[in-house]
């Protein structure tokens, strides 16, 4: 048994690192659906755009001011999108915000075409964490050990905030009854624009760990990543910021461990890697038919 | 105290009130009785700003407070106690009780332990989830969580909705009890015997105008509010 995870021991450590990340932007997807039950199809694209202004300002300025740096745009860019694409469709039927938050993904990415001209943009190295360790004899990166620890850090500041603050009870409240919450004095649009520029910071953090471990960011490249990371909360029944975390570290460590298959599993064949991507969408196909609501989804204790 | 001069309200399509003028005095008990779908739900929620009047003006303590949103509102001592109490399901009491102080910056230990003495049964659920209380301890969190924002005007919509009979006896005298440590108070209650024998004045709507103003006795007594809402 100890053999066995000695040999494999890379899948799975990338699997948890993978899972970190992938549960840094799931948080956003979750708490914006929370708040506003809109499925935020920018979010993806937001965590792109993260990576490749860390391209470009990193190409100028030192890392202790581009990274802060990016982590501001970040949020700037959450808070300007809900406020120009969302929010004068507030009392507008569900599947408009949808449709709104379909055009803001495409934007973006056209955007990041238009500066990029289509080129893969290669990311800096971070100086601590793309260096290479040894750990039993497994070659990884720092980022892979530092990611799981910084999610786990930054989930539970979160829930602090939710928990012991005013702008956290806001939330809870928000997230439950908006004409309620006006009733309490609750400023709804201040709640709604921190909600996203959470869920922006966290996504920028995810793009410094998870592009590191990549090298290159493409106008593409917040696609699949967002999208799994959507599948995490969706697995974890969304709206639910612990079910997003376990959601997006079972899902990492599947994919990786599908992708060391030909070892893990003693099955010999090239193409493991490749099914990766297929298993998480079937897992969702799996998870809306036996349990649309997720492991921590929504149950209702309304009484009239 | 607080005064309503020609109010006009549009809620979904239709002039759901129609030119409506009214006037609280401080410290009194105020009821707006009717039928249902007269419009008295909407006066209350465009007093509390969530929804936009088309023509009049909202007058308190000298100030107009037309057209403002709700946290100006709340912040200048009106609130709402709305209909079908809106407790928050996944808060605990006391969580519910603090939420309703959200504006205030001050210290807020004391109301919560007058709004526990005005209910004890709230006290004894301090930890309980909202939604997990009976029908009337919800009604009675959540005039206490509106009475946590220290109110001079608390407006309540059909506060016996949906309760028994003993426990609308209670809820009612918990609200002479709140009136007379001088929170003025506007009720509109489909219960019209109940409301106009606490209330000092009382205004009758019908189909989104008031056709009847009077004091509570007088109005308790007259033939045409017998008829149409004390059942004979």
């Known amino acids: ?304 | 105290m607080f005064e309503i001069k020609g109010l006009s309200v549009n809620y979904g399509g239709i002039e759901a009130v129609r030119d409506i003028s009214l006037s609280v005095p401080e410290g009194a008990i105020v009821t707006l009785i009717g039928a249902n779908g007269a419009g008295k739900s909407t006066t209350l929620r465009t007093i509390a700003g969530l929804v936009k009047p088309r023509a009049g003006k909202i007058e308190f303590m000298g100030e107009d407070i037309t057209g403002k949103d709700p946290a100006y509102i709340v912040g200048k001592g009106i609130t709402l106690v709305p209909e079908g109490r809106r407790i928050f399901p996944d808060l605990t009491v006391l969580e519910n009780l603090k939420i309703g102080a959200y504006l205030r910056q001050d210290s807020i230990e004391e109301d919560i332990e007058w709004v526990y003495s005005l209910f004890p049964r709230l006290r004894e659920r301090s930890w309980q989830y909202g939604g997990t209380l009976s029908g009337g301890e919800q009604q009675m969190l959540a005039v206490g969580r509106a009475l946590m924002s220290k109110p001079k005007l608390m407006m309540m919509d059909e506060p016996s909705l949906g309760l028994a009979p003993l426990v609308v006896k209670d809820i009612f005298s918990i609200i002479e009890k709140i009136n007379k440590e001088g929170v003025t108070i506007l009720l509109i209650e489909q219960n019209a015997n109940m409301a106009l024998k606490i209330a000092d004045i009382g205004y009758v709507m019908e189909t989104g105008q008031i056709t009847l103003s009077g004091k509570g006795s007088d109005l308790i007594s007259d033939e045409g509010v017998r008829k149409a809402y004390l059942g004979g």
């Not at chain 1, 199809?41 to 802060?68: E, K, R």
């Not at chain 1, 500066?115 to 290669?122: C, P, R, S, W, Y």
């Not at chain 1, 966290?202 to 593409?220: E, G, Q």
């Open chain 1, 1 to 304: 048994m100890a053999d066995f995870f000695h040999q494999n021991l890379s899948y799975f450590l990338s699997g948890i690192s993978v899972g970190g990340q992938y549960a840094l932007i799931a948080i956003g997807y979750t708490m914006v659906y929370g708040i506003l039950r809109l499925i935020n199809f920018a979010h993806g694209d937001v965590f792109m755009c993260a990576g490749l202004m860390m391209v470009y300002l990193s190409s100028s300025l030192p890392f202790t001011i581009s990274i802060p740096l990016v982590l501001i745009l970040t949020v700037a860019i959450g808070f300007v999108i809900e406020r120009v694409a969302y929010k004068p469709l507030r009392s507008a039927p569900r599947m408009s915000v949808m449709i709104s938050a379909i055009g803001v993904s495409y934007l973006l990415q056209n955007a990041a075409l238009y500066f990029t001209g289509g080129l893969a943009k290669v990311y800096p190295e971070i100086p601590v964490l793309s260096r290479s360790i040894v750990i039993w004899d497994a070659t990884t990166r720092v980022v892979t050990l530092v990611t799981p620890f910084l999610t786990i850090i930054l989930v539970v500041l979160l829930s602090m905030l939710i928990k012991h603050t005013k702008v956290g009870m806001a939330m809870c409240a928000v997230s439950r009854d908006f004409e309620t919450s006006q009733l309490m004095g609750i400023r709804i649009n201040r709640v709604i624009s921190m909600t996203f520029m959470l869920g922006s910071l966290l996504a920028a953090v995810a793009s410094l760990l998870y592009f590191t471990n990549y090298a290159s960011v493409t106008p593409t490249s917040g696609s699949m990543p967002g999208l799994k990371a959507f599948v995490a909360a969706v697995f974890g029944g969304i709206g639910s910021i612990p079910g997003a975390v376990i959601g997006a570290f079972i899902i990492g460590i599947c994919e990786n461990i599908i992708k060391g298959g030909a070892s893990i599993f003693g099955i010999p064949g090239s193409g493991w890697t490749t099914f990766s991507d297929a298993f998480t969408f079937a897992f969702l196909i799996v998870v809306l038919i036996v349990k649309p609501t997720g492991l921590f989804g929504e149950k209702s204790v309304d009484k009239v």
